[in-house]
């Protein structure tokens, strides 16, 4: 169960992936909490339960405003 990252690590690993390759995107401070236990960028949008501010206290890479942002930044991750 989250935040144990296991599950992320799991994915990472059955794609080939390393962190550096991936970005989770949640909606929660558990998710961010995830992510950084697996050492991946993490992208918050406050539409869940968790309000900005509290998504803030996570300290995500990155705190979007809406899913919509991901059609900005997804393309200037894949350049990474």
Partial sequence: PK????MLEII?????????EVA???DMLLDIEVAQAAG???YAVP????TREA?????PDRLLHGFSDLLTV???LSGR
Avoid: I, K, N, W
């Fill in 55 to 59: 998504l803030l206290q996570g300290r």
């Fill in 24 to 26: 989770y995107v949640g």
């Fill in 3 to 6: 935040p144990d990252p296991e």
């Fill in 74 to 76: 997804l393309p200037a």
């Fill in 47 to 50: 539409t869940g339960s968790a």
């Fill in 12 to 20: 990472m690993m059955r794609l080939g992936l390393g962190p550096d």
């Fill in 40 to 42: 991946v960028a993490v």
